[in-house]
């Protein structure tokens, strides 16, 4: 599953570079969402399966390192190969790139080795669904981490423009800037969350969710104060810091949500919260800050896209409160594993 689903998202990725109009686009990219939305669950389950409790936040965030690296990655070598050749390259490149590392997958990743099926061990989707509608700290871990995703998400797409319109920088510059952002301070981020939380989530399990929701705050500010920074010099440590603690959420909460349906459910679990993150997080927070943008750009012309962007840091604010509630739901929600047989 995870390996045809890389090969899904990487061919729709490649073919991006050949479109020739605005639907040959939107379908390519509908393409390369059904690709992704069918790797990431099934990874987040086999992690869990390979990893104790007391070691599966750092296994997800090192998985989850390939969101800053990629990022990272994606910012510079993308930069430079539109650039030197065009947009329609860096499609080409990064789309094949993962094509060839599909059957790598398949080849070197083994699947954990399952009981026989007893009777009873069935998890259809709706007892998945029906199980974690009756957990208050499932709504309250996907809403508060759908809240950081719109706008994480949102910065993602538009702090190019951004630094671009404020700072004055070309487009390789940018793409330097940002991919040193998210190498340094992306992978810190992610890898601490995961860390802290096995560290501290073993002794309370509400600090799967209280580590997020400290980081949001942490975020809010860091990022308000970097982007309305008036020289990069000021900029970079605090977008530094902004990109450290906007994921840091990722180990704790994606650990958590593994543990609030037995073993059997963990993919359904996973891709349940996944819907509705995405749903919020891509659907609406690139779509809402754009929108802004627009409506501020009779008053403040070329900062509107930046003042979009700080007003939209409020989210964060949100994402914590709510994640304040589900750390006190957590414990009486959480499953713990079955004996190994």
């Known amino acids: 599953m995870i390996a045809g689903s890389v090969a899904v998202w990487s061919g729709f990725t490649a073919v991006c570079g050949l479109a020739g109009s605005y639907w040959h686009m939107f379908v390519f990219r509908l393409g390369v969402g059904v690709g992704e939305a069918g790797g990431v669950a099934p990874s987040y389950a086999l992690i869990a399966d390979y990893f104790p409790p007391e070691r ?31 947009w329609r390259a860096a499609f080409l490149v990064m789309g094949i790139a993962g094509v060839v590392l599909a059957p790598v997958l398949l080849i070197f990743v083994r699947d954990l080795p399952k009981k026989p099926p007893v009777a009873g061990d069935e998890a259809p989707v709706t007892a998945v669904f ?11 871990l996907a809403f508060a981490s759908s809240s950081s995703s719109l706008i994480g998400y949102a910065l993602a797409l538009w702090t190019p423009a951004v630094i671009m319109r404020s700072f004055g920088l070309d487009l390789i510059p940018t793409g330097q800037f940002l991919s040193s952002l998210l190498l340094i301070g992306g992978t810190a981020g992610v890898f601490a969350g995961g860390w802290l939380a096995d560290r501290l989530g073993t002794r309370d399990r509400a600090w799967y969710a209280r580590l997020p929701a400290i980081a949001w ?28 603690v906007n994921i840091l959420w990722l180990g704790p909460v994606i650990t958590a949500v593994q543990h609030l349906a037995p073993a059997r459910m963990r993919s359904t679990a996973s891709g349940s919260f996944l819907l509705i993150n995405n749903l919020i997080g891509l659907g609406v927070g690139p779509l809402l800050i754009g929108r802004v943008s627009d409506a501020l750009k009779d008053s403040y012309g070329v900062d509107a896209l930046r003042n979009a962007a700080v007003a939209g840091t409020f989210f964060y604010l949100l994402a914590a409160i709510l994640m304040a509630f589900a750390a006190a739901k957590l414990r009486a929600d959480w499953v713990e594993d079955s004996p190994k047989a």
């Open 217 to 244: 705050v942490v975020s809010a500010v860091a990022w308000t104060a970097g982007l309305l920074a008036p020289n990069l010099w000021i900029a970079w440590p605090l977008l530094l810091v902004g990109n450290a």
């Open 130 to 140: 029906a199980l974690l509608a009756r957990k208050p700290s499932f709504w309250l």
């Open 56 to 86: 599966r936040a750092r296994a997800l965030a090192i998985y989850s390192l390939g969101i800053p690296l990629g990022l990272a990655g994606g910012a510079l070598i993308g930069a430079y190969l539109a650039a030197w050749m065009s």
